[in-house]
T-cell receptor
Framework: DTEVTQTPKHLVMGMTNKKSLKCEQHMGHRAMYWYKQKAKKPPELMFVYSYEKLSINESVPSRFSPECPNSSLLNLHLHALQPEDSALYLC???????????FGPGTRLTVL | GEDVEQSLFLSVREGDSSVINCTYTDSSSTYLYWYKQEPGAGLQLLTYIFSNMDMKQDQRLTVLLNKKDKHLSLRIADTQTGDSAIYFCAENGYGQNFVFGPGTRLSVLP
């Protein structure tokens, strides 16, 4: 298995909802990442997990809460989001934090 | 801080070569990468080059690195309509995160 999978593909939620994005890889990678990408912009790093520990949080608002239950899974819990949080959320993984990153297809999030 | 620059748009005719350029500022970059993103999709790793190399070729793709000028380029030979996408240059240095350029939108005209 040589890919990063993300679910759901699309998500529409209201500002009072709680939802979660999921990411999975079975390549034995020990670093996993969440990025946010707005239209016509490069990905912006949100969180980095290295060996299942949160190593980087790029000043992301607390309405985004990451979780790494094990070395293959990465979740992003969403609560009380704002319309400006609408974006493509990309998950990536790499063998180690120094190696090339492989991206999932993304979750297109719309906040109403 | 690190900065990566790219021209935003490039148009070429089908069958011609495309050259996408990138400049970066961090001299400690260890690896430099090229990613391709098609509409509505994630990023696909195309190729990468280690900072002590000056050229890497992989089928239709040629990467050139001028470390002195901190300039990276991606040449796509015999460009096809399926190559139309946004191409991101990225750098990664020891103990640092990926830094992406703004992306170059490549349009291939028939």
């Amino acid at each position: 298995d040589t890919e990063v999978t993300q679910t759901p593909k699309h998500l529409v939620m209201g500002m009072t909802n709680k939802k979660s994005l999921k990411c999975e890889q079975h390549m034995g990678h020990r670093a996993m990442y969440w990025y946010k990408q707005k239209a016509k912009k490069p990905p912006e790093l949100m969180f980095v997990y290295s060996y299942e520990k949160l190593s980087i949080n790029e000043s992301v608002p607390s309405r985004f809460s990451p979780e790494c239950p094990n070395s293959s899974l990465l979740n992003l819990h969403l609560h009380a989001l704002q319309p400006e949080d609408s974006a493509l959320y990309l998950c990536a993984s790499s063998l180690s934090p120094m190696d090339e990153q492989f991206f999932g297809p993304g979750t297109r999030l719309t906040v109403l | 801080g690190e900065d990566v620059e790219q021209s935003l748009f490039l148009s070429v005719r089908e069958g011609d070569s495309s050259v996408i350029n990138c400049t970066y500022t961090d001299s400690s970059s260890t690896y430099l990468y090229w990613y391709k993103q098609e509409p509505g999709a994630g990023l696909q790793l195309l190729t990468y080059i280690f900072s002590n190399m000056d050229m890497k070729q992989d089928q239709r793709l040629t990467v050139l690195l001028n470390k002195k000028d901190k300039h990276l380029s991606l040449r796509i030979a015999d460009t096809q309509t399926g190559d139309s996408a946004i191409y991101f240059c990225a750098e990664n240095g020891y103990g640092q995160n990926f830094v992406f350029g703004p992306g170059t939108r490549l349009s291939v005209l028939p």
